[in-house]
């Protein structure tokens, strides 16, 4: 059965500083990806990364890279260079099995301090 | 731009109903989700459908059920409406079919209030 753990409810960072969101996940599919969605307080999801299970190198979108460990299962998201407009909710999710299946875990909030 | 459009923003319902929630997407995607969220549980998948027709149990299915019998139109039914459906429902739609790297794309929400 796939599962996503992410084990901080929340997190709090200093304005400019970098932050690592935890997500590790457990699937017996070979092909997989993995993402990060980014709930604001408007409750709109909106995506911000994503990492297949075959890909060679981490992935990254401006300020966003995912540090994809496959051996620990794990799929950190590092956000560099923290601004206000950064604090919301934090999902991890993954796509897999031969159905297109897509879950999420539980969230992490994030607050970045001014 | 990929739309998702669920039916209302907000519901109010009374106990035993039946409650039908709508979703509707204008980017010909295979798959579509239905999930509720709550504080402190994320989201959790009741229901996908990666084709026309087609539907698969997500993780929580109990006291729902689903119903695609056009591509862009995804429904959820709760067939007898109890106070712990009380909950976010978020709908969402992706390409790709099985394929597992697309992302998906989410309609505004529901907030569904059972009395």
């Known amino acids: 059965a796939q599962k996503i753990t992410q084990t901080q409810p929340g997190m709090f960072v200093q304005e400019k500083e970098a932050v690592t969101l935890d997500c590790t996940y457990d699937t017996s599919d070979p092909s997989y990806g993995l993402f990060w969605y980014k709930q604001p307080s408007s409750g709109e999801m909106i995506f911000l990364i994503y990492q297949g299970s075959y890909d060679q190198q981490n992935a990254t979108e401006g300020r966003y890279s995912l540090n994809f460990q496959k051996a620990r299962k794990s799929a950190n998201l590092v956000i560099s260079a923290s601004q206000l407009g950064d604090s919301a909710m934090y999902f991890c999710?993954?796509?897999?099995?031969?159905?297109?299946?897509?879950?999420f875990g539980q969230g992490t909030t994030l607050q970045v301090k001014p | 731009d990929v739309k998702v459009t669920q039916s209302s923003r907000y519901l109010v319902k009374r106990t035993g109903e039946k409650v039908f929630l709508e979703c509707v997407q204008d980017?010909?995607?295979?798959?579509m989700f239905w999930y509720r969220q709550d504080p402190g549980l994320g989201l959790r998948l009741i229901y996908f459908s990666y084709d026309v027709k087609m539907k698969e149990k997500g993780d929580i299915p109990e006291g729902y059920s689903v119903s695609r019998e056009k591509k862009e139109r995804f429904s959820l039914i709760l067939e007898s409406a109890s106070t712990n459906q009380t909950s976010m429902y978020l709908c969402?739609?992706?390409?790709?079919?099985?394929?597992?790297?697309?992302?998906?794309?989410f309609g505004q929400g529901t907030r569904l209030t059972v009395v």
């Open positions: 980017m010909d995607h295979e798959n």
């Open positions: 969402a739609s992706s390409s790709g079919g099985t394929g597992v790297n697309t992302e998906a794309f």
């Open positions: 999710a993954m796509k897999g099995g031969n159905t297109g299946k897509l879950i």
